[in-house]
């Protein structure tokens, strides 16, 4: 399944950068997007880890009431988003005995 990275302007007037799915809840009222690493955009266009220093959690639950709406990424926020996620490669380096 292909990942849809979305900007989502919240109803507090924050700015989030994040990989969603649409979750199908059972009640009304329920949390129905599944936010897949979810980061704040500040005002300076940095990312910053959403709700950073309140949980480690990278995968969290919302209402879309919440949600004023969505909008596709610049290719640049995205390739930041996207650098911020990637593994860091590991280098290994062969030292040869003589």
Not at 15 to 28: C, N
């Amino acid at each position: 399944m292909e990942k849809i990275i979305k900007i989502l302007a919240l109803t507090n007037h924050q700015i989030l950068i994040s990989e969603i799915e649409e979750v199908g809840s059972a009640d009304i009222g329920e949390p129905d997007c599944k936010l897949i690493n979810p980061f704040l955009i500040t005002k300076d266009k940095t990312l910053e880890p959403f709700l950073n220093g309140y949980t480690k959690e990278s995968t969290l639950m919302m209402g879309s009431d919440k949600i004023l709406t969505l909008a596709d990424p610049t290719p640049t926020l995205l390739e930041k988003y996207q650098d911020i996620l990637s593994p860091t490669p590991i280098v290994t380096v062969e030292t040869t005995k003589e």
